[in-house]
């Protein structure tokens, strides 16, 4: 019997070229589940399986296990968890081109040794096709994407403030020709991305993140650049370049990370020309505290957060850190607030969290989406409390 909007099993299995072996063997996993199975035992799936399996086997072919699939999907899905999650694949297909390049380059670097009758550097092979280190980054990468594009996606849609907060720091900034910028913890490179019409010509910025993956985003989104950005791997704690060296030093969230913070502000201002300006944003205790109540009354059980990150380094304590280290500091806020009207970009913002969520919402999470669209049907408010200290 046909079903308006659903694939019968044989028409699923013709669709994604897939056996029925293999889709029983999803099911039992609990990695794919058919959108309906009649009393009679016929099962039945949507264009949303379609979309759950594509991303199940395009992560199979980057050599994830299925153990690894399961932890990097959500039990349900919807347009916007698909659009996002298709936005990260391209990321990691890109990132594996990289890598494959590199092995291919590496590769006839050797064939070239063996000619010349020079030695060739084993190590150098064996590190780059190591299948097992590069899944881990490749997956580590997966999620820190997923988590930073949650939380991006949920205050570019619903922010009252038109002025984005990547366009308000870039206009704090107050860049001019001649300048030698560093930014440290770059993630995507959103600050350069969004304002690339705006970088006065004869500025060097120099592009930083502890993780490799994240500065290959950053440096895909920024582009063809090069006469301006240049990219390196480095900690707050380490940065590689000579004392004196940038005219201005950027952390966006950033400092509440380190493991010695008062160690990270010396390195900055050791970096920092005489005169230099350290930009530096970070967030205050009312941040998105409406989202905790709201998670709080589906479970009481969750917390957002296992610890605190404004207690490292917030709106409420940052001024008495950095002036340990800073002559002049001074806060500045970001005007704004959110108000959210679907349920998707805010769920996606939940499980992007650093606490306990998804070991209460993972297996109840059509119920949690349910009851965040009752909770949000006439809208809801966030109250946003952060900005940038500035520090000379």
Known sequence: MD?????STGQFMKLAHVTKKTLRYY???NILKPAMVTETGNRYYTDMELAKLQQIMLLKYLGFSLNDIKEMQVDDADKHFINTSLNIQLKLVEDRIEQLQLVAKTIKEATGNIREEQDIDWTRLFDLIHVNDLETVLKNQYKNASNIMARINLHRLYSVNKQGWFQWIFEQLDL?????????GCGAGNIWVENKESIPKGVNVVVSDISDGMLRDARREIGDMEDIFSYTVCECEAIPFEDNSFDIVIANHVLFYCDDIGAACREIRRVLKPGGVFICGTYGCNHMKEVSRLVSDFDD???LAAENLYESFGK???????????????????????LVTEAEPLISYVLSCHGNQNQYISDRYKEFRSFMKRRLSNGFHITKDAGIFVAK
């Open 3 to 7: 079903k308006e909007g659903y694939y």
């Open 27 to 29: 099911d039992e996993k």
């Open 176 to 184: 001019h020709k001649g300048q030698r910028i560093l930014e440290l």
């Open 301 to 303: 059980r969750i917390v």
């Open 316 to 338: 409420e304590n940052g001024a008495g850190i950095l002036s340990e280290v800073f002559d002049e500091v001074e806060w500045r806020q970001y005007e704004d607030s959110l």
